[in-house]
């Protein structure tokens, strides 16, 4: 990944947070890129961030995407990323759907309404999935694929998506409209070290003769047991001797001769261990690794004992009030817990060493938490780049270099 990338593209990302889906974008081409959140602490993370990694300045704009006017981007744009607040979706939340103040889903279909991108990349948790929202994320699928389409004054919204299925399945249509595709994806399936699980949208303009699908695994669960309990790479690399190699083989005795014999090629989900490993034990005292301090007060109860060295990290949480009891732990080789530092936890989110972030201790774990993992984000924004690059002329595209 992060190689010279042919070409230059227009993006704008809203509720961007601390810039993973932005990320992923400029890694894959969108140079020339405006970022939007209306969190002050998120924005000052943007700001402070804005040469890292892009080596051309984004646009940071500090306001709520609801009430923002998107008109001089109209047609401007060639790529929108959006993820839109989770907690009215998440497990972790009231779970209360549309009726959460928080669903920023409308304001995501103004945006799209007002600016006509060429294609646009929408991520949120998997719980958006669970059959008590299914009616409304049809609704919302329908809204993006016919963003043009307005709710009608005092027109119910089972009403407004009773139109729009007729408009989907017969009526003639020849406004802009989007060809859609929607996947639930793990980013440990991608190499990033955490078991992560986010529910994308990929939008194309129905007349920009391009099909969009979602990239393969590269890495699996399969091949780290192999490199683990059958090869032994796995201890070898980190200079792990037998008699410190975890004792668990019975778990997993029966597994082994199905994974010796396997043919499948794709790389060992990343860990915790392959991750971190290379980092000095945290103490109270930053180190000369940024963000790299030790937070005191980590204590495993049923249900919340920290994540594993050596499989991908649990999924890191925002929580409510900055860090949720046991979900942002790692446990050690000795069996005891800590906090994962605020660096660890960037590097399970594959940001680099070189991202910073803004505010205390709970607001640098709530921008990290809330992220897209940006490894994640580039490969699923790299095939759609390329192809909205694609010169239509057969003209070449001039050469930019992230």
């Known amino acids: 990944m992060h190689k010279s990338i042919p070409y230059s593209l227009r993006g704008l990302d809203i509720f961007s947070g601390a810039g993973g889906l932005a990320f992923g974008m400029a890694s894959v081409g969108c140079s020339d890129l405006t970022v939007m959140d209306f969190d002050h602490v998120a924005c000052e993370t943007l700001r402070l961030n804005n040469w890292n990694r892009t080596r051309q300045a984004w646009n940071v704009i500090e306001s709520d995407v609801a009430n923002y006017d998107f008109s001089a981007y109209r047609g401007n744009i060639d790529l929108l990323g959006a993820g839109p607040p989770c907690q009215p979706f998440s497990q972790a939340g009231k779970h209360q759907g549309r009726r959460d103040a928080r669903d920023m889903f409308p304001a995501l279909i103004?945006?799209?309404?007002?600016?006509?991108?060429?294609?646009?990349?929408?991520e949120n948790v998997k719980g958006i999935l669970r059959p008590k929202f299914r009616s409304y994320l049809d609704y919302v699928i329908l809204r993006l694929r016919f963003p043009l389409i307005e709710r009608k004054h005092q027109e119910k919204w089972t009403e407004h998506r009773a139109r729009l299925e007729k408009m989907y399945t017969g009526d003639k249509y020849t406004g802009v409209q989007y060809n859609l595709v929607s996947q639930s994806l793990n980013s440990a399936?991608?190499?990033?070290p955490q078991w992560r699980e986010r529910f994308f949208i990929v939008g194309?303009?129905?007349?920009a003769g391009i099909e969009y699908s979602f990239p393969l695994a590269t890495h699996t669960k399969k091949q780290l047991l192999i490199d683990q309990w059958v090869t032994g790479t796995y201890w070898n690399r980190h200079g792990i001797p037998n008699k410190k190699r975890p004792t668990n083989l019975d778990r997993i005795s029966s597994l082994l001769v199905e994974l010796s014999n396997s043919n499948e090629r794709a790389q060992p989900w990343k860990t915790v261990r392959d991750t971190i490993s290379d980092l000095p034990a945290p103490r109270m005292k930053e180190s000369h690794v940024d963000g790299h301090y030790l937070i005191r007060g980590a204590r495993s109860y049923p249900g919340h004992d920290g994540s594993s060295l050596d499989m991908p990290a649990k999924t890191l949480k925002a929580g409510h009030h900055g860090v949720p009891g046991g979900e942002n732990m790692v446990r050690l080789d000795n069996g005891n817990v800590r906090y994962f530092s605020v660096r660890e936890c960037a590097r399970l989110q594959t940001f680099p060493d070189t991202w910073a972030f803004h505010g205390p201790w709970t607001r640098c774990m709530q921008q990290i938490g809330n992220a897209v993992p940006v490894d994640l984000a580039e490969?699923?924004?790299r095939p759609l780049a390329l192809a909205l690059a694609a010169p239509r002329d057969g003209s070449r595209s001039r050469q930019h270099t992230l």
């Open 204 to 207: 194309v303009q129905a007349d």
């Open 110 to 122: 103004r945006t799209l309404r007002v600016v006509r991108p060429r294609a646009f990349i929408v």
């Open 379 to 381: 490969v699923v924004a």
């Open 189 to 192: 399936d991608f190499g990033v």
